[in-house]
């Protein structure tokens, strides 16, 4: 009798045990849930957000100036926009002129400066196109409050 409960123990624990090693497998196999990346929204609309006093200008901010079409917006309108200088085609001159401006608050453009010149004529024609920029969506603040904010655009002529 005494070896028939022995029996009966060690048959229900080789049974509890195979089950619970195929719920083991079923643990490692099955994929466990990550945690989302939480993105903030870009915000649409700055009516309600209460304009910063702040007139400081910002090198970098957690979300920058972007042109409404984005970057390929941007060149595309660069490249309808630039006219080669006749001067400086008929030079073979060509190169990379930077430029730095200021996105403002409302996104217009202000300041803008040649950092790095390759041509008096090329310099010009890249000032003259980027002040035709009529708006940006300015950089903003964590709070969805826009900033002042440096932007630095490479333009290249290639002929």
Do not use: C, W
Request: charged share 25%; no cysteine; hydrophobic share 40%.
């Amino acid at each position: 009798m005494k070896t028939f409960r022995f029996l009966i123990v060690i048959l229900a624990l080789v049974v509890a045990g195979s089950s619970m090693s195929v719920d083991a497998k079923k643990r490692k196999t099955t994929k466990r849930a990550t945690k989302a990346k939480v993105v903030e929204p870009a915000p649409t609309n700055y009516d309600y957000v209460q304009a910063t006093t702040d007139d400081k200008i910002y090198e970098v901010v957690k979300y920058p100036p972007e042109y409404p079409g984005g970057t390929a917006g941007l060149t595309k309108f660069l490249a309808d926009n630039i006219q080669y200088p006749k001067k400086a085609e008929k030079n073979g001159v060509q190169g990379t002129v930077i430029l730095q401006f200021v996105v403002e608050k409302d996104g217009s453009i202000s300041n803008v400066k040649v950092l790095r010149s390759v041509d008096k004529e090329l310099d010009a024609e890249a000032v003259r196109v980027v002040k035709q920029i009529t708006r940006f969506v300015p950089g903003y603040n964590k709070d969805h409050a826009p900033l002042r904010m440096s932007y630095t655009l490479p333009v290249k002529f290639k002929l």
